[in-house]
């Protein structure tokens, strides 16, 4: 079965800091990956996905950016991180068109 | 522009009793449909699905029931215990149309607080 880490758990950063946040997958391979993020009282938008290393599909247009530098490898930046940039972040993985999604357990990531 | 709507952010239930989570959609490109449980700081994790093509799919003490004419979906727990306790997300997806990747579309949430 596959297993997502995701790290950190939480994090605090001053605005116009950069981000990195990475996650990585046991268990299969050549995955769809995900991140997501939920606002305070919001649900779970989708911000970007990968279906094969190097590509990356944006879906909202933001201050942030996601790279696949290998096939179970998901790496989430920003440049310079605003205020509302702050969120809960998750990584999620499928198979295919299988919607058994496999989340991580997420980062609280904190902008001050 | 919310495709996926949960009305009710929270929902309060007596051990024992049945809970109702309810779920609405916009697209009607959607052909799957998801309910997903989240515990405080953690992922979500899959609880049961439904294809378009079916009206009810039903595992254990959870059903979900799927309206497509009134595009409305439900999640029934019964017996409900406090476990149960979490935030309830629903979600879609369009698999017919064979480029969406995986890709679900989440509602925001119902918060389902079982009292014992």
């Known amino acids: 079965s596959q297993t997502i880490h995701q790290w950190p758990a939480t994090l605090v950063q001053p605005v116009g800091s950069p981000l990195s946040l990475e996650c990585t997958v046991e268990?299969?391979?050549?995955?769809?990956l995900y991140w997501y993020r939920q606002a305070a009282g919001r649900g779970l938008q989708l911000l970007f996905y990968?279906?094969?290393?190097?590509?990356i599909s944006s879906e909202v247009p933001q201050n942030l950016s996601a790279s696949r530098p290998q096939d179970r490898q998901f790496i989430l930046s920003s440049k310079k991180l605003l205020l509302s940039d702050s969120g809960f972040y998750l990584c999620?993985?499928?198979?295919?068109?299988?919607?058994?999604?496999?989340f991580g357990s997420g980062t609280r990531l904190t902008v001050v | 522009d919310q495709q996926v709507k949960q009305n009710s952010p929270s929902l309060s239930v007596q051990e024992g009793r049945i809970s109702i989570l309810n779920c609405d959609y916009t697209?009607?490109?959607?052909?799957?449909f998801l309910w997903y449980k989240k515990y405080p700081a953690e992922g979500p994790t899959f609880l049961i699905s439904?294809?378009?093509?079916?009206d009810k799919n039903e595992d254990g003490r959870f059903t979900v029931f799927l309206n497509k004419s009134a595009k409305h979906l439900s999640l029934h727990i019964v017996p409900s215990q406090p476990g149960d306790s979490a935030v309830y997300f629903c979600?879609?997806?369009?698999?017919?149309?064979?480029?969406?990747?995986?890709?679900?579309?989440f509602g925001q949430g119902t918060i389902l607080t079982v009292h014992p």
């Open positions: 979600a879609a997806s369009a698999l017919a149309g064979g480029t969406s990747y995986g890709k679900l579309t």
């Open positions: 697209n009607s490109m959607f052909d799957y």
């Open positions: 439904i294809s378009s093509i079916k």
């Open positions: 990968s279906v094969g290393i190097g590509q």
């Open positions: 268990g299969t391979s050549n995955p769809n």
């Open positions: 999620a993985c499928n198979q295919g068109i299988n919607y058994g999604y496999t």
